[in-house]
């Protein structure tokens, strides 16, 4: 799974990546410090799974992660290769999802593109460029799909159909075309602890001062908890999972306890694909316990004599926190 931080040059992109990854990078004050993307790999904060692992006496524990991309600053006219604006919009179609920060203080001393920073001007910026390149390329797929309807093809009647209304574009076309505008966001207004701005009213969205958090991620788990400092990033690692609409499911023994990530409603069967192929091509069935309710059990198998454990068929939907043995 795959994030890009996305926005405007100078707006605490680095220094958010940098707080999440703890990796060193560029954040200088002025437009287009990053060029090409950094690229962080980062567990998902998840307290069952030391819980689990104590219970199981596992030798090892495997979080969930998340990659992070630093993606460069887009600027007004990045669809017309401002500001190298091709290139930084390439990179946006890798990832599953956008992560767009949005500079919500004025200071004088860090330099804004624009002059001012205005939060939902700013946002608009970015979300006219993404749409100006998705209509670049709805037109090349349009033009190839309207040969290929000429030549008799009923699926290029029928996506040509899909593209009319770029606003109801369906959201299997939009995935098939790596469409910008149509990947799910999150929106990071990064305050400061004055001169802060009015924040528009958005879904999805959350105030954090990026400069204190990277400060927060810098220190020990024991001094944030003498100082009473409680981070914000593991919220918005959790938020992540709720935009994407993802779960996790558990394994754990003695050898290992781990966390896996599926989608959201997905069938014991196909929760099976994200351990191995196998797991999904030779299911026979799922032994499952909620991970609280084997806690409490102490034990696997005190749960399986309490008649906790569940045998669960392929069409079972795995929810957050199962703990699940696959049977092939």
């Not at 606003?167 to 098939?176: F, G, N, S, T, Y």
């Not at 009015?198 to 220190?219: G, H, K, R």
């Not at 944030?224 to 990033?233: A, H, S, V």
Request: with cysteine.
């Amino acid at each position: 799974m795959k994030i890009g931080i996305v926005g405007m040059p100078n707006v605490g992109k680095s220094t958010l990546f940098q707080a999440l990854t703890k990796k060193q990078v560029d954040t200088s004050n002025y437009p287009f410090a990053t060029i090409d993307p950094n690229v962080g790999v980062v567990q998902v904060p998840d307290e069952r799974l030391e819980k689990l692992a104590k219970l199981s006496h596992s030798k090892k524990i495997v979080p969930a992660v998340i990659e992070f991309v630093d993606i460069a600053g887009l600027v007004k006219g990045a669809a017309e290769g401002e500001g190298l604006g091709n290139k930084f919009l390439s990179h946006i179609r890798e990832v599953d999802a956008i992560c767009h920060i949005v500079r919500a203080f004025e200071n004088e001393n860090i330099v804004h593109v624009s002059g001012k920073p205005d939060p939902l001007s700013d946002i608009e910026m970015i979300k006219t460029e993404l749409a100006l390149k998705d209509l670049e390329t709805i037109t090349k797929v349009k033009e190839k799909a309207a040969r290929d309807a000429k030549a008799g093809k009923k699926e290029a009647v029928e996506l040509l159909g899909s593209l009319e209304n770029f606003e109801k574009i369906p959201l299997d076309v939009a995935r098939q075309y790596q469409l910008l505008s149509f990947k799910p966001t999150f929106y990071i207004f990064n305050i400061s602890s004055k001169d802060n701005l009015s924040l528009p009213d958005l879904p999805n969205s959350v105030a954090i001062d990026i400069s204190q958090e990277n400060d927060i991620s810098a220190m020990s788990e024991e001094e944030r908890k003498e100082l009473g400092i409680e981070p914000q990033l593991p919220k918005l690692i959790k938020a992540t999972y709720e935009l994407l609409e993802l779960i996790i499911f558990f394994t754990t023994g003695e050898d290992e306890t781990r966390a896996w990530t599926i989608p959201k409603n997905s069938t014991a069967k196909r929760a099976g694909r994200a351990i191995h192929s196998d797991f999904e091509e030779k299911f026979i069935r799922a032994d499952t316990i909620f991970w609280e309710k084997l806690m409490e059990a102490d034990s696997w198998s005190k749960a399986r004599d309490l008649g906790w454990l569940r045998s669960e068929g392929k069409e079972y939907i795995v929810k957050d926190g199962d703990v699940i043995e696959f049977k092939i």
